[in-house]
């Protein structure tokens, strides 16, 4: 058998394969096809995949792969010698049946091989095992890549050619008509879904050149699909020549214009066409008069066209189209296109009409018959407990007019979920309310609180831009939050229906990048109060273990952003209510952590917490009369010279400096533990000496507890 290598390729031939589902189904059949060639030697680790996906097709193509693998040396452990072979050192009859069993017989006893298993001498046999053949190992392979497909919904369908049509059910992602299966020139003889593979596939539904195309071999089959298909297989070149034709067109337009950039868009769409042919269609400008982002919307969402944006991000009355068909003349098409999205947009501008006749505060009345939670009643009952906690984030924060403000954002924050707009588009809930709020005559601070109190949405998104706006977004995600684990409703692994995890980092986020003066755990009692009455309603749920919830993701998000686990822990574990304060805190205890003093007072902190665990009744108090070893003289005389000075810095904010101050009590410390026994069996002079560490530790442990950095 050659062992010459060459290309394979394999092609499942379907009908229209789900677009949002493409990219992943593409890969993952080209991935556990080469993974199963290269487990079972048919294809070596360097070999180069290369994966097609198109509307209509799922492909891969290997370099280096073998017609047949190598023959594998088998070893097979038979028997003790012992139970094998009689005194005489023949074989016994145990001993002939195994082998018989294995498909050898006595002749084979004299080359056996003895070998340690164990105490005991065993008799293996040696035998070569022969490597699975193209045929077999691709025929198991592509089994598994089918059940492997990540299929969001399997269809089942007849196979028109079994052996009784009609009656011989596949299940599969989509009808499959093809398979192609070429090991260089040559075809492999495999089958899947009732197909037997060929050198046969189909281009362009109605552009192919040739049907069908007969492939001459694995390595022409993207440019014969090119040249003679009019198909572009791979999903990455398609994708590549969207984008460039986008560009091409914006270009021609001319003004500065360019696509909207949307990643999730230009896969769909590359997931949809063959043969990507970009035109430039246009809509009446009276339709601009509508928001941009209802426009975008209707065009991306239900069209996916590519909206145009002039050089200042505005809106223009053109978008693009990426066309699955190349006519000589395009006039038909673009016609067809500009008349479809004509009544989109005209949908959207009746609506955005008919929104604006009814003023926002008159629409939330009508929140109150929008179920929120079975627990905790209405989206108009939420509004309420919203508005009462924004006051009182506002009264704290600001002045009378903060708290107006905030208070009747908080009220219409929510009144366009009853609007035409927004039932039609969900994705728009604060965008309309900033506009209608806007049509209403209302502050422009309000307008954009209502905007932005759902910000930020998602990781990496920006903050609300005006104070207004960040008193109602704590304000709503603190409803949220406290509501949820209130009744108990609390995030399990990967489930998170509320998004508790979002809304508590942005409650971070917030607090520490707005660096608002604000204490965490008198935020969570206040707006657990505003619950009160509310049956099942866990008070200490919605304080203590939400504190911690909290907590727990700024820790994550300090991690992510390159802290150690020990700096995050030290700074973290007193339970800092400023959150604005922690990268204050967390620069402290890293410039703390690099000076030569740090690990023998995080080791001597780490002693004395321990000491006083088990001291429960010291008391923080010193009487120097009952001072009589030197090192605890000198101990107390460093504290009095140099705590005044740390206090002093930490009130003033300057964490860094008061923990570099405190670093010279090194000395002294570890003088004390050398030369002073603490636990003393006199009871003053015991109680005094533990009263000196406990005025130690809490004055070291301001910033945050050192002893977390000892090793």
């Given at each position: 058998?050659?062992?010459?290598?060459?290309?394979?390729?394999?092609?499942?031939?379907?009908?229209?394969?789900?677009?949002?589902?493409?990219?992943?189904?593409?890969?993952?059949?080209?991935?556990?096809?080469?993974?199963?060639?290269?487990?079972?030697?048919?294809?070596?680790?360097?070999?180069?995949?290369t994966?097609?996906?198109?509307?209509?097709?799922?492909?891969?193509h290997?370099t280096?792969?073998?017609?047949?693998?190598?023959?594998?040396?088998?070893?097979?452990?038979?028997?003790?010698?012992?139970?094998?072979?009689?005194?005489a050192?023949?074989a016994?009859?145990?001993?002939?049946?195994?082998?018989?069993?294995?498909?050898?017989?006595?002749?084979?006893?004299?080359?056996?091989k003895?070998?340690?298993?164990?105490?005991?001498?065993?008799?293996?046999?040696?035998?070569?095992?022969?490597?699975?053949?193209?045929a077999?190992?691709?025929?198991?392979?592509?089994?598994?890549?089918?059940?492997?497909?990540?299929?969001?919904?399997?269809?089942?369908?007849?196979?028109?050619?079994?052996?009784?049509?009609?009656w011989?059910?596949?299940?599969?992602?989509?009808?499959?008509?093809?398979l192609?299966?070429?090991?260089?020139?040559?075809?492999?003889?495999?089958?899947?879904?009732?197909?037997t593979?060929?050198?046969?596939?189909h281009?362009?539904?109605?552009?192919?050149?040739?049907?069908?195309?007969?492939?001459?071999?694995?390595?022409?089959?993207?440019?014969?699909?090119?040249?003679?298909?009019?198909?572009?297989?791979?999903?990455?070149?398609?994708?590549?020549?969207?984008?460039?034709?986008?560009?091409?067109a914006?270009?021609?337009?001319?003004?500065?214009?360019?696509?909207?950039?949307?990643?999730?868009?230009?896969?769909?769409?590359?997931?949809?066409?063959?043969?990507?042919?970009?035109?430039?269609c246009?809509?009446?400008?009276?339709?601009?008069?509508?928001?941009q982002?209802?426009?975008?919307?209707?065009?991306?969402?239900?069209?996916?066209?590519?909206?145009?944006l002039?050089?200042?991000?505005?809106?223009?009355?053109?978008?693009?189209?990426?066309?699955?068909?190349?006519?000589?003349?395009?006039?038909?098409?673009?016609?067809?296109?500009?008349?479809?999205?004509?009544p989109?947009?005209?949908?959207?501008?009746?609506?955005f009409?008919?929104?604006?006749?009814?003023?926002?505060?008159?629409?939330?009345?009508?929140?109150?018959?929008?179920?929120?939670?079975?627990?905790?009643?209405?989206?108009?009952?939420?509004?309420?407990?919203?508005?009462?906690?924004?006051?009182?984030?506002?009264?704290?924060?600001?002045?009378?007019?903060?708290?107006?403000?905030?208070?009747q954002?908080?009220?219409?924050?929510?009144a366009?979920?009853?609007?035409?707009?927004?039932?039609?588009?969900?994705?728009?809930?604060?965008?309309?309310?900033?506009?209608?709020?806007?049509?209403?005559?209302?502050?422009?601070?309000?307008?954009?609180?209502?905007?932005?109190?759902?910000?930020?949405?998602?990781?990496?998104?920006?903050?609300?831009?005006?104070?207004?706006?960040?008193?109602?977004?704590?304000a709503d995600?603190?409803e949220?939050?406290?509501?949820?684990?209130?009744?108990?409703?609390?995030?399990?692994?990967?489930?998170?229906?509320?998004?508790?995890?979002?809304?508590?980092?942005?409650?971070?986020?917030?607090?520490?990048?707005?660096?608002?003066?604000?204490?965490?755990k008198?935020?969570?009692?206040?707006?657990?109060?505003?619950?009160?009455?509310?049956?099942?309603?866990?008070?200490?749920?919605?304080?203590?273990?939400?504190?911690?919830?909290?907590?727990?993701?700024?820790?994550?998000?300090?991690?992510?952003?390159?802290?150690?686990?020990?700096?995050?822990?030290?700074?973290?574990?007193p339970?800092?209510?400023r959150?604005?304060?922690?990268?204050?805190?967390?620069?402290?205890?890293?410039?703390?952590?690099?000076?030569?003093?740090?690990?023998?007072?995080?080791?001597?902190?780490?002693?004395?917490?321990?000491?006083?665990?088990?001291?429960?009744?010291?008391?923080?108090?010193?009487?120097?009369?009952?001072?009589q070893?030197?090192a605890?003289?000198?101990?107390h005389?460093?504290?009095?010279?140099?705590?005044?000075?740390?206090?002093?810095?930490?009130?003033?904010?300057?964490?860094?400096?008061?923990?570099?101050?405190?670093?010279?009590?090194?000395?002294?410390?570890?003088?004390?533990?050398?030369?002073?026994?603490?636990?003393?069996e006199?009871?003053?002079?015991?109680?005094?000496?533990?009263?000196?560490?406990?005025?130690?530790?809490?004055?070291?442990?301001?910033?945050?507890?050192?002893?977390?950095?000892?090793?």
């Amino acid at each position: 058998m050659t062992m010459t290598s060459k290309n394979l390729l394999v092609e499942l031939f379907v009908e229209e394969l789900p677009p949002k589902a493409l990219k992943k189904l593409g890969d993952a059949f080209a991935g556990v096809l080469r993974d199963q060639l290269v487990a079972l030697g048919l294809a070596d680790a360097g070999t180069v995949l290369t994966s097609y996906a198109s509307p209509r097709r799922l492909g891969a193509h290997l370099t280096n792969v073998v017609a047949q693998a190598a023959d594998k040396a088998v070893s097979q452990k038979l028997m003790p010698v012992a139970v094998g072979l009689d005194a005489a050192g023949n074989a016994t009859p145990a001993l002939l049946k195994r082998l018989g069993a294995l498909g050898a017989d006595a002749s084979a006893v004299p080359g056996l091989k003895r070998a340690m298993d164990g105490k005991a001498e065993a008799l293996f046999y040696e035998s070569t095992a022969q490597g699975a053949t193209l045929a077999e190992g691709l025929q198991k392979a592509l089994a598994d890549a089918i059940a492997k497909l990540p299929i969001p919904k399997v269809m089942s369908y007849q196979l028109e050619n079994g052996e009784l049509p009609g009656w011989t059910s596949v299940s599969f992602v989509r009808p499959a008509h093809g398979l192609v299966a070429l090991h260089g020139g040559d075809v492999v003889p495999v089958e899947a879904l009732g197909l037997t593979a060929g050198r046969e596939t189909h281009g362009h539904r109605f552009e192919a050149k040739v049907d069908p195309v007969v492939l001459r071999d694995a390595g022409s089959y993207a440019l014969q699909l090119e040249e003679e298909g009019a198909v572009i297989a791979g999903f990455e070149a398609r994708r590549t020549e969207i984008a460039r034709q986008l560009t091409l067109a914006a270009a021609k337009v001319g003004g500065g214009a360019k696509p909207i950039d949307d990643d999730a868009l230009l896969d769909e769409v590359t997931a949809l066409v063959e043969r990507p042919n970009v035109l430039v269609c246009s809509f009446e400008r009276e339709f601009l008069d509508v928001p941009q982002e209802c426009l975008i919307l209707t065009m991306k969402a239900n069209q996916k066209y590519f909206p145009l944006l002039d050089a200042g991000d505005k809106l223009t009355n053109q978008f693009l189209v990426v066309s699955n068909i190349t006519p000589d003349d395009a006039s038909a098409v673009i016609q067809g296109n500009e008349r479809v999205v004509r009544p989109r947009l005209a949908d959207a501008k009746f609506f955005f009409d008919q929104d604006r006749k009814k003023s926002l505060a008159s629409r939330v009345e009508s929140l109150g018959k929008v179920v929120y939670h079975n627990k905790l009643g209405t989206q108009g009952e939420r509004v309420t407990r919203v508005m009462h906690i924004a006051r009182a984030i506002a009264e704290q924060l600001g002045d009378g007019t903060l708290a107006a403000q905030a208070t009747q954002a908080a009220q219409l924050a929510k009144a366009d979920l009853v609007t035409d707009m927004v039932g039609e588009f969900p994705e728009l809930q604060g965008t309309m309310g900033r506009y209608y709020a806007l049509h209403d005559g209302l502050a422009v601070d309000v307008a954009d609180a209502i905007e932005d109190h759902y910000k930020p949405r998602f990781a990496g998104d920006t903050l609300p831009r005006g104070e207004v706006g960040v008193v109602v977004a704590l304000a709503d995600k603190l409803e949220t939050l406290v509501g949820m684990f209130g009744i108990g409703n609390l995030p399990t692994g990967d489930r998170d229906p509320f998004a508790l995890r979002r809304h508590a980092l942005g409650v971070v986020r917030m607090l520490i990048e707005k660096d608002l003066p604000l204490d965490l755990k008198a935020l969570l009692t206040g707006a657990a109060a505003v619950f009160q009455g509310i049956d099942g309603f866990d008070r200490d749920r919605a304080v203590v273990d939400l504190e911690g919830f909290i907590l727990d993701r700024l820790a994550g998000s300090l991690r992510e952003q390159g802290a150690s686990a020990q700096e995050v822990d030290a700074v973290l574990a007193p339970q800092p209510q400023r959150l604005g304060d922690v990268p204050k805190l967390l620069a402290a205890v890293r410039a703390f952590a690099a000076l030569p003093e740090a690990p023998a007072l995080a080791a001597a902190n780490k002693r004395i917490g321990n000491i006083l665990k088990k001291s429960p009744e010291a008391d923080a108090h010193v009487s120097p009369v009952l001072l009589q070893e030197p090192a605890e003289k000198s101990l107390h005389e460093a504290m009095e010279r140099i705590l005044p000075a740390a206090d002093a810095q930490f009130d003033a904010g300057d964490y860094t400096g008061s923990l570099q101050t405190l670093a010279a009590l090194r000395a002294p410390v570890d003088a004390f533990f050398d030369g002073v026994m603490v636990n003393a069996e006199q009871m003053d002079l015991r109680l005094n000496r533990l009263g000196l560490l406990k005025l130690l530790h809490a004055a070291m442990n301001r910033v945050a507890l050192l002893e977390r950095l000892a090793a």
